[in-house]
């Protein structure tokens, strides 16, 4: 490439992920304390630590060719950018993000319309004034620094529009949830004008690529086991696998070698069930991606 692709890593809480997931991906970044330029292991590639709410703004100017945020915060920032491709992980789950309207369980506001003239504490101050104006809703949206579930307890605002994955926070301050209002997931994203380079658009299509398939092999694992050759067609039953399960004979031997692909969640009832069927010296592995 004639320049490095100048690639934004989101700062705060989807740091350590996004770091972790680019190990897997095939890319070591290395974030030294307080710097905002972390090493990472290609010359192609020049990085960039910016605030998840700020990555779509500096992708659109072109300070940045790509970047990894939100799709909540390219809707707060009305950015005009690319969108490459949903990468669906957090720091907690693979769940999307839910951006929710809650309220004081004892407040009697039960609806949208029951917040007319109701203030309305937020850090997505302009998504929030969008949607309620889309309603008809007349209210008075405050930005909120942090701790917002709070501002309702404390009487500083009537309701909150808050982030959440589990709603587990918001019940534990005494509210509950009225609507759910957005759902969002990671994007990779890029600048409309690196897209149209054609150096540039290959390696976001690399990232693309790998980081995905990183993603797919999170929630799956590979078992290899041996099997007896009377035994083979009962197990091989019992695999599911992404398309076949490979099937290997055993040098001078009526044993075979099967190996497959599955979602780990179904390994621990998978494996007594294998056994049961006549396989042995099941092996069980995880993989960084798979494509």
Request: aromatic share 6%.
């Amino acid at each position: 490439m004639k320049e490095p692709l100048k690639l934004g890593i989101p700062k705060g809480s989807l740091q350590d992920a996004t770091v972790r997931l680019f190990a897997r991906a095939g890319w070591r970044i290395n974030v030294n304390g307080r710097s905002y330029f972390p090493e990472i292991d290609d010359e192609d590639i020049a990085c960039s630590i910016c605030r998840a709410q700020e990555m779509s703004r500096y992708v659109e100017s072109g300070t940045l060719d790509a970047g990894i945020t939100g799709r909540d915060w390219i809707l707060e920032n009305d950015s005009d950018v690319r969108y490459v491709d949903e990468l669906v992980y957090s720091k907690v789950s693979a769940r999307p993000a839910r951006w929710v309207l809650a309220v004081a369980k004892d407040s009697g506001i039960k609806n949208v319309e029951d917040l007319a003239g109701k203030r309305i504490a937020t850090e997505m101050v302009n998504f929030t004034r969008r949607y309620f104006e889309e309603q008809g809703v007349p209210v008075k949206v405050h930005f909120s620094w942090g701790a917002t579930e709070a501002k309702v307890v404390n009487g500083l605002a009537d309701a909150i529009v808050e982030v959440t994955e589990t709603g587990s926070t918001i019940k534990a301050h005494g509210l509950t949830i009225i609507k759910e209002l957005m759902q969002s997931t990671t994007q990779l994203i890029a600048n409309k004008q690196a897209w149209e380079d054609p150096d540039k658009r290959r390696k976001i299509e690399q990232l693309s690529l790998l980081l995905k398939g990183a993603l797919v092999a999170d929630k799956l694992v590979a078992l290899k086991m041996n099997v007896p050759k009377l035994k083979l067609q009962d197990v091989v039953d019992g695999l599911p696998s992404l398309n076949a399960p490979t099937v290997a004979g055993l040098y001078n031997s009526d044993w075979f070698s099967v190996e497959t692909v599955v979602e780990e969640s179904r390994v621990r009832d998978l494996i007594p069930e294998l056994m049961r069927r006549g396989a042995e010296g099941i092996i069980e592995y995880s993989l960084n991606k798979v494509i």
